[in-house]
């Protein structure tokens, strides 16, 4: 099913494919950052309680249940939690970061990348974000699969890929094909699954050593989506060229394929 509301919705790592969630983004009709809140149910969107802040790009992760937004272009450096009925304020972000990804959960949150600064990394606890070691080059959007212990970054700076080893950033083997920013991630730091840009809009799969290209592509090209779940059952939502569009990633015995939900 569709969102209710079109957004472009980067830097959104979270929910699964049957328990999603998608908040915050930016709309075209009117051309403004929004509130709205969406849960999706493996088959049909459902408004829900909307942020306090507007905002679009910030770092988005956790589950149905239990997410984060930190950061996002309003600018704020504002973060909000979600417990699965409200938003509460949670700890500030060291600066306003827009165009950041994010990924893990409550208390094990990541954010890294941006525009204002391209190569920061910052934890999350639940309580609040510590700046910690840097990306060894710098990335504005791209996707992040993982937690605050250990993650996989991709995508906005062309074919680089970095682990996240809890302390401290290593290079690992390129994409295939460049992403620019707005592509988004699922997964965790030893199995994800990167999505397309609009060229190319072929995903690839890491498996904790390299990136293949997997054969399936997103029914609806597309920038600056949301996106969650994991490397068997995994869920695509929103995005640029504003679009309502919901995609579901199945792995069926040799088949990967994307699907129109």
Not at 8 to 13: D, P, Q, R
Not at 117 to 126: A, D, F, I, L, R
Not at 141 to 157: L, Q
Request: aromatic residues 8%.
């Amino acid at each position: 099913g569709s969102l209710n509301v079109s957004r472009s919705i980067a830097g959104l790592n979270a929910g699964t494919q049957t328990t999603g969630i998608a908040f915050g983004g930016y709309t075209a009709a009117p051309t403004a950052n929004t509130t709205s809140t969406e849960t999706y149910n493996g088959s049909s969107w459902t408004n829900v309680t909307a942020l306090t802040t507007a905002r679009r790009a910030g770092a988005g992760f956790g589950v149905q249940t239990s997410a984060v937004l930190g950061g996002g272009y309003g600018p704020t450096n504002a973060t909000e939690e979600y417990d699965g009925s409200s938003w509460t304020g949670g700890g500030n972000m060291p600066a306003n970061f827009h165009n950041t990804s994010g990924c893990g959960t409550l208390t094990t949150g990541l954010s890294n990348g941006a525009s204002e600064s391209p190569t920061q990394t910052c934890k999350y606890n639940g309580t609040a974000w510590t700046a910690v070691a840097s990306l060894p080059a710098g990335r504005s959007g791209g996707g992040t699969a993982g937690t605050s212990a250990a993650a996989i970054a991709a995508g906005g700076f062309g074919t680089n890929s970095y682990e996240w080893g809890g302390s401290s950033w290593t290079a690992s083997p390129n994409l295939n094909s460049p992403r620019s920013g707005g592509n988004s991630m699922f997964g965790i730091s030893t199995s994800a699954i990167i999505g397309g840009n609009p060229s190319p809009n072929a995903t690839e799969e890491w498996n904790g050593t390299n990136w293949s290209t997997t054969g399936a592509t997103m029914g609806t090209p597309r920038n600056s989506y949301g996106m969650g779940g994991t490397t068997t059952a995994g869920l695509a939502f929103g995005g640029s060229p504003y679009t309502a569009s919901t995609e579901e990633y199945n792995l069926a015995a040799a088949t990967k394929t994307f699907t129109t939900s």
